[in-house]
């Protein structure tokens, strides 16, 4: 006597919609309660979300500055995951980009933008991509769990940037606990006329290429095959190895990208609030955009619009707790693995 | 139907009494496969009821709406002159009616008499484990188990582990006793004591249903009846089994004439295409499997390596693929040394393997049949190499291979998980021996399949021997090895014998080298 689980046998695409319309509902409703609960009007709560993702110019202009630092970590999980792997360190791979892109900028700062820049990229590329490595390494030859891993080495990076801008060798001796100032020829052009870095197209662009990867080449096949069944990708010959320790490590490198963005492109320095809890954030984007690349695209700009720029004007302008945002991820992600779930098994008390 | 549990009906049966009765039981799936098809039967106390019939005939459903996991649409089971409702495994347990499954659902660190104990629902809160071991070993010497109750069950035999799962049945009291392939993974001596066991228990009174589609022989011997189902429906129910050929059986089961001894064809033997020598391995628990085991193979030839389950056989399939790392030795294969090379090497030079746990290492569930194609094309086929790859690279040999294996599915884009056991075993096959290899290396071909896919594949095996491929054969069938090798050598623990022209030797005298005589 219990519930008792069933696998449909009649999935189909006609159900899809319907589950995105039961998740919307549910998502609806979870957020109306948290409303009432919190004393607030929900038809004025819905309001101020939408206004503070979309509701001017300059706040749209936000979000998508926001977009390409949270897109970069959402395809940082996007891809390990695919090969089965659960990239946790996507925020300590942001530190490592953004300690990557100043460390760089620090020590070439006589030279041009031309050459400084492209270095700076690829100074947070290496860092980033190393961090993922320890990680990486670990796990293809003895086999340690790279979620606890790449968990254990955010703090260490976090400590990393603390060592060095809070007393240490890179502090900024006017300030109080950042970096020394990126110099200009190491800042990241802006789209004209607003303040966003034109690495908002190169997260579009990496975005894309990784849907072709996935669809088009060898490397994207046998990464989905490993995610897949891992035993049966080995007995046809594919390299474990360098499966995992290509995927974590591009992953990694991908949000060191974010990193490089963040610092060279929108503070002008590193801090050890670079990213406040993005690398998480990125985690829960890239199940919602259930793993595809272009979706992710998507997903990212309204989940920033709506769950984190909307979200914080709760916190500001209507006075709601900090955590209102992750919050509210959460409930959406419930709200819309649950009616998946029902898409492929039914559930029924005997 | 009236949807109030099940109530216990315990009740001792006398020998040749009606113990259950089917009528009409119909079940169709959604998709609309009809599985059972008015199935009606009457099995006897006192009796080995065999049902038997080839994949997809409906046993697996038949068997499923026994116990509980699924509820016929259609029919009506009755216990006595009872009517009873089975809606759950519980229901099944409070009617007194047991399942031996074929995947046994033991817990490995458990000692047998914690195994036999876990679920039952006299076991109670704290178990008194002294007052059932004695009942365990009453039931034991009455049927003439031998079992050791304090051994932990990896320790155990695939013989004995299927002893304990019977006990496990006995000890809830069950007295109708279900049986998917009960000799399956079992060596010819464990299968012949478990057979007399068997008819021991029915001695009692109990009745056993077992169900089988392959060691058809051997299983028939013992039962007293048997019905054979085709399609989701009784072809037959004879009561003089011992008299029917075998040939009459398979008819009845396919219905129509199969060959079941083919020439094997003669070929002229190449150069030596596999050579190993002295090879060692270890087990996954570190101790030595596999011990400076020596042999090679010709173009041309089957190599049959037969021994019971676990004497190092799943070992040399692995070191000589490349799945597992070996301690000592060396394989040489079409002239290069591979010992070291990795799986991806050996593949591309020509080795292919179908391992023993299809499911698990054989297929993606979650890929297409046709993307599962290009995974096995990988490294073996032109058309699937370079960096850039298209999923429809395949599509030519996805289709040619899914209609000469006949795997029943919509079509080569649906997803492997959905198709069923019969039809997965059959694309493994079809998936290995889609490209040309030059090597292969088969674990038990035939395995759970049926007799028109076993003759199929045969076919196929004998073909690529004309070709020029040589070809490793792991079997625990001693009549199937005979027939499709060219030599043999038996295996047992970790040392392989010498390998013997098949025509100079025979069954029994393989049989006692594979136990150690």
Not at chain 1, 99 to 127: D, E, H, K, R
Not at chain 1, 298 to 313: E, K, N, P, Y
Not at chain 2, 424 to 451: H, M, N, P, R, Y
Request: aromatic share 8%; charged share 20%.
């Amino acid at each position: 006597m219990g519930l008792s689980l069933q696998r449909r046998k009649d999935a189909n695409t006609g159900t899809s919609l319907i589950i995105i319309f039961i998740g919307l509902g549910l998502a609806i409703l979870s957020f109306s309660i948290v409303f009432l609960i919190a004393g607030i009007n929900p038809f004025i709560g819905f309001k101020e979300i939408f206004l503070g993702g979309f509701g001017d110019a300059y706040v749209l202009q936000q979000v998508v500055k926001d977009t390409a630092p949270l897109l970069f970590v959402t395809l940082a999980f996007l891809l390990p995951s695919r090969a089965g792997l659960w990239n946790i360190g996507a925020e300590g791979q942001f530190f490592l980009g953004g300690v990557g892109a100043t460390g760089i900028a620090l020590a070439l700062s006589n030279q041009p933008s031309i050459v400084l820049l492209p270095l700076m990229a690829l100074g947070a590329i290496v860092c980033a991509g190393v961090w993922a490595f320890i990680a990486a390494y670990l796990k293809a030859k003895i086999n340690i769990n790279e979620i606890v891993l790449t968990l254990f080495l955010n703090w260490i990076a976090l400590l990393l940037v603390k060592y060095l801008t809070v007393g240490g060798p890179w502090m900024n001796p006017e300030g109080r606990s950042e970096s020394k100032a990126i110099p200009l020829t190491g800042r990241i052009s802006v789209i004209s006329g607003t303040n966003i870095p034109v690495t908002i197209f190169v997260a579009i662009v990496a975005a894309i290429l990784l849907y072709l990867i996935f669809q088009k080449t060898r490397a994207g096949f046998e990464i989905n095959a490993y995610g897949h069944n891992p035993e049966a990708s080995v007995k046809a010959g594919i390299n474990a190895k360098k499966v995992i320790l290509i995927s974590l490590t591009v992953g990694g490198m991908l949000a060191g990208l974010g990193g490089f963005h963040q610092s060279a492109g929108v503070i002008g320095r590193l801090r050890y609030d670079l990213t406040s809890g993005w690398g998480y954030y990125g985690i829960l984007f890239a199940l919602l955009s259930k793993n595809n690349p272009l979706w992710a695209i998507i997903v990212t700009f309204l989940s920033t619009g709506l769950l984190v720029s909307g979200a914080q004007s709760l916190q500001y302008d209507l006075g709601m707790g900090g955590g209102i945002g992750l919050l509210f991820v959460g409930v959406i992600i419930i709200c819309f693995v649950i009616p998946q779930f029902l898409k492929e098994y039914t559930i029924s008390w005997k | 139907m009236k949807e109030q549990r099940q109530k216990n009906i315990v009740r001792e049966f006398k020998k040749g009494e009606t113990a259950i009765e089917l009528r009409g039981i119909t079940k169709r799936y959604p998709g609309g496969v009809l599985a059972n098809d008015g199935i009606s039967l009457e099995i006897r106390a006192g009796e080995i009821h065999g049902i038997l019939g080839e994949n997809g005939a409906g046993k697996t459903t038949l068997m499923r709406i026994l116990v509980g996991e699924l509820k016929p649409d259609k029919g009506d089971i009755y216990i006595g002159d009872e009517k009873v409702y089975i809606r759950s495994p519980q229901d099944a347990r409070n009617l007194s009616i047991g399942m031996v499954h074929q995947q046994r659902k033991l817990i490995p660190k458990f000692s047998t008499i914690e195994n036999i104990l876990l679920g039952d629902p006299g076991t109670g809160i704290l178990p008194n484990i002294e007052k059932s071991k004695k009942k365990v070993k009453e039931l034991s010497e009455k049927f003439d188990f031998d079992v050791d109750l304090d051994a932990k069950l990896w320790q155990l035999d695939a013989g004995e582990a299927q002893i304990v799962e019977i006990l496990k049945v006995l000890y809830s009291g069950a007295n109708i006793i279900i049986m998917d392939e009960p000799t399956a993974g079992l060596s010819p001596i464990q299968q012949e004591k478990l057979l007399a066991s068997l008819e021991k228990m029915a001695r009692e009174s109990l009745a056993i249903v077992p169900f089988v589609t392959h060691k058809l022989p051997i299983v028939t011997e013992v039962c007293d009846r048997i019905t054979v189902l085709r399609n989701g429906k009784v072809i037959n129910t004879s009561d003089s089994i011992r008299v029917l050929s075998k040939e009459e059986l398979a008819d009845w089961m396919v219905g129509k004439k199969v060959l079941f001894d083919f020439e094997k064809p003669e070929t002229e033997l190449g150069s030596i295409l596999i050579e190993v020598e002295n090879l060692s391995a270890l087990n996954d628990q570190g101790v030595p499997a596999l011990k400076n085991v020596s042999f090679s193979i010709r173009e041309g030839e089957v190599l049959g390596i037969a021994g019971v389950a676990g004497n190092g056989q799943d070992e040399l399939a692995e070191v000589l693929t490349g799945l597992r790392k070996p301690t000592g030795g060396k394989i040489v294969f079409r002239g290069e040394d591979i010992t070291h090379a990795s799986i991806r090497k050996r593949r591309e030079l020509g080795m292919a393997y179908r391992s023993e746990d299809v499911l698990e290492r054989g297929v993606i569930g979650d890929f297409s049949i046709l993307e599962n194609f290009v995974l096995s094309s990988l490294y073996t086929q032109d058309f699937c190499r370079g960096m850039l790859i298209n999923v429809e690279c395949a599509r030519d040999i996805a289709e040619t291979e899914f209609s000469n294996f006949d795997i029943r599915a919509p079509n080569i884009y649906t997803i492997t998980k959905n198709l069923s056991g019969g039809n997965l075993s059959k694309l493994i096959l079809a998936l290995e021996f889609s490209w040309s290899s030059k090597f292969l290396i088969d674990q038990l071909v035939t395995q759970g399949l049926d007799v028109a896919t076993t003759e199929y594949i045969r076919k196929r095996l004998f073909e690529a021997k004309k070709e020029g491929k040589a070809i490793l054969l792991f079997s625990k069938d001693l009549d199937e090895i005979l027939i499709m090798s060219d030599k043999i050598a038996p295996i047992y623990e970790g040392e392989l014998g010498e390998s013997i022209p098949s025509e100079k030797t025979n069954k029994r005298e393989i049989g006692a080298a594979i136990i150690g005589k």
